[in-house]
């Protein structure tokens, strides 16, 4: 039974498999500025938060700027009823991030980061819709925290062109 437990943990982490939102980040990620353009996104607050426990040390004088613009909600009818009246919305997250030196290099050019889910709207049930709709856009920033954790997972500061002629 001890040998089963120990090749089922020795199985998964051979094939990557890690927990979800545990993200392992360059070195060089691990002080971040964060630029937002304009107002705070809704995402800010949940993003540092997850950055944060990630060990990302965040300051406003880091050499490495994540820039979170273009923050934006949608909402489209899917499909109606007979009388015309909408039945079925598709709720739409997006956020356009950017990663950059303070040299103003880009390490990550803009990369959206969009999210869909479908909510059936009750005419008799309004409130509890509306509720559900807020429901679903934290739902939705979440997965797109997750998503840029990804992104970031992959970014490497960019190979000066004196070191790509070699």
């Not at 437990?5 to 691990?30: D, K, W, Y």
């Amino acid at each position: 039974m001890r040998k089963l437990l120990i090749m089922g943990v020795l199985l998964l982490t051979s094939c990557g498999f890690h927990l979800r939102g545990s993200v392992q980040l360059a070195p060089e990620m691990s002080e971040l500025a964060i630029q937002d353009a304009g107002p705070e996104t809704d995402i800010l607050p949940d993003l540092k938060d997850a950055l944060l426990s990630q060990g990302v040390k965040i300051t406003a004088t880091a050499p490495v700027i994540l820039q979170l613009r273009n923050e934006s909600y949608s909402r489209r009818v899917l499909s109606v009823d007979v009388s015309g009246k909408a039945q079925e919305y598709e709720l739409g997250y997006s956020i356009l991030v950017r990663v950059q030196g303070v040299d103003g290099v880009v390490w990550m050019p803009d990369e959206e980061v969009s999210i869909q889910r479908d909510l059936r709207f009750d005419n008799s049930a309004v409130l509890a819709t509306s509720e559900e709709e807020t429901q679903l856009q934290e739902d939705m920033r979440r997965d797109a925290i997750s998503q840029v954790l990804q992104l970031l997972r992959n970014v490497k500061p960019p190979v000066p062109a004196k070191d790509k002629a070699k």
